[in-house]
DNA sequence: AAGAAATTTTTGGTATACCAGATATACGCG
DNA sequence: CGCGTATATCTGGTATACCAAAAATTTCTT
C-alpha cells in the first residue's frame, strides 16, 4: 500500500494555500475542480479537506462546499483563550518533565527567531514563522504528554492565518523576542509559576494584537487579505 | 442531497459499541466487514471511522486495520489532564459568562443525576452515565466559548470507556455526587476561584479512581473488559 | 520435520461512476 | 418590465471497482 500522507500531502498543500492567501476566507473548496487541479482523485482531498475542517482552518457545511473559514474576532479570542489555557498548562509540565537537552533545543529555536527576526523580508517572513511556530510546539512536547502536544497542534494550526498576519508586524516582532526569552529563562529555572505567567502575558499580548488587527480591517484598512502583499 | 449525518450516524453506532465493550480495545475495524454488516459502502464508514480517530476512540495505522484503542494508564492520566485545564478553563468563564437559566440547566442534570445514581442498575447506568457526561458538557457550553466546548466534548468522548467504568462504580458514585453540587454551588455563586478548585478535586479524584482501575485490571481482575458484565 | 520462499488472500488506498439536492438561469406569464 | 416557475447544471454524498502492500498460508527444499 501506499503508505497514505497523500491526504496529509494535500492538507499541507492547501493549508499553505491557506497561510499565504492564495485561497482567501470565504473562498469554496470544490471537491472537482481542486482535485483535477492537483491530480488526485476526489476521495483524497476529500479526506484532506475533513482534515482541515477539524483544524478549523475551513468550514464544511451540509450539502454544500466547504469554505476557508473566515473566523470572527470573538472566535479568534475563543480560540487564544483556549491555546494559552493549553500552553500554560505545557510550560507548567515541561518544567518538571522536560529534559535539558528539550529545554536546550528550545532555547536554540528561540535564538533562531531572534535572528531572523532582525532581517526577515518577503518570503522570508514564511521561514520566521514557521520557526515561530516551532517555538511553541516545541514546548508543547516538552510536557511529554502527546495528547496535549497533539491538541495544541491543532489550535496552533487553526490560527494559523491569523498568528502569521500578526507575527509579520515589525511591532510585534520586537515584543514576541523578549517574550520568548523571558519563557525559555522560565523553562530553564524549572519554575512553572514564572512560566505559566510568562506564556499568559506572552498570549495576552496576542490577543491585543490581534483585536487591533481585526479593527483595522473593520475600519478599512483590509490587513488580512491579499493587498497587505504577502505574495 | 441527504443532510449526511451518515458518517456521525456510523460513528455513534460504532462509539457505543465501544462504550459497551461489543468492540473490545484492540479489535480491529476492517472496512469491508462492518461497512456490509451496517449495511452501507465503505466510504462512509471509512470517513465515520476518522472521526472516532479523531476523537481518539480509534487509532489509525498505516496500511494497517484501525483498531480501537487500548490506551495506556499514562495515556489516559494525560488525557485527563487536558480534560482538567479545559473544564477548569470552561468553570471560570462560565461563572461570568453564563445566564442564569444555564446554571439552573446545570443544576437540574445535577438532580437528575443525583435521583438516577441511587437506583440505577444495568442498562440504566448508560443513562446515568450518559446524564453525567451532559452535566459537563453544559458547564463547557456554558463558557460560551464554542471552541472550548468542543474540543472540551472530544476529550470527554475519547475518554468514554474509561469514565464510563469509573462512573459504574457504587463508590465512585457517591463521590460524584457531592463534587458535582459543590461545582454547581460554586457556580451559582459566581465564584471563579471556587469553581476552578471544585473542578480540579473532582477530576483529580477521576485520575485517583482511573489509576485505581488499572492496577486492578494489571493484578489480573480484569475490570475492563467484557467480563464486568455490562452487557 | 523445520525453515524459508513463493503464492494466495486479505485489507486499506485510490479512482470513478451514479445519485439527489441545491442553485442558477432562462423562459413564460402577468 | 418584473416576478415566479421550470429546467438545466453544478456539487457533495454514496456506492463500487481496481490496485498495491502486507499477512497468512502453503509448498518446496534441506
Known amino acids: 500500500m501506499t503508505a497514505s500522507p497523500l491526504p496529509e500531502q494535500i492538507a499541507l498543500r492547501l493549508r499553505r494555500d491557506i497561510l499565504r492567501g492564495t485561497l482567501a476566507p470565504g473562498d469554496p473548496i470544490k471537491e472537482r475542480d481542486n482535485a483535477l487541479e492537483l491530480g488526485v482523485s476526489r476521495t483524497p482531498l476529500r479526506e484532506a479537506v475533513r482534515i482541515l475542517a477539524k483544524e478549523g482552518l475551513v468550514q464544511l457545511r451540509p450539502a454544500r462546499s466547504p469554505v476557508v473559514a473566515d473566523p470572527s474576532l470573538k472566535e479568534v479570542r475563543d480560540a487564544v483563550a483556549v491555546l494559552q489555557a493549553l500552553e500554560i498548562l505545557s510550560g507548567e509540565l515541561a518544567c518538571r518533565e522536560a529534559s535539558d537537552a528539550e529545554i536546550a533545543e528550545i532555547r536554540a529555536l528561540s535564538e533562531r527567531h531572534l535572528a531572523l527576526s532582525e532581517t526577515a523580508e518577503g518570503e522570508g517572513l514564511i521561514e520566521l514563522f514557521e520557526i515561530d511556530m516551532a517555538f511553541h510546539t516545541a514546548i508543547a512536547r516538552a510536557s511529554h504528554n502527546p495528547a496535549l502536544a497533539e491538541t495544541h497542534a491543532a489550535y496552533l494550526a487553526r490560527m494559523w492565518r491569523q498568528r502569521y498576519l500578526s507575527a509579520v508586524q515589525r511591532r510585534a516582532r520586537e515584543r514576541v523576542r523578549t517574550q520568548h526569552e523571558n519563557i525559555v529563562a522560565g523553562l530553564e529555572a524549572r519554575d512553572p509559576a514564572r512560566v505559566a505567567s510568562e506564556i ?26 491579499d493587498e497587505t502583499g504577502i505574495e
Chains 1, 2 share one sequence.
Open 200 to 225: 499568559n502575558a506572552h498570549l495576552a499580548a496576542l490577543i491585543t494584537n490581534l483585536t487591533r488587527l481585526f479593527e483595522a480591517r473593520e475600519a478599512g484598512r483590509d490587513l488580512t487579505t
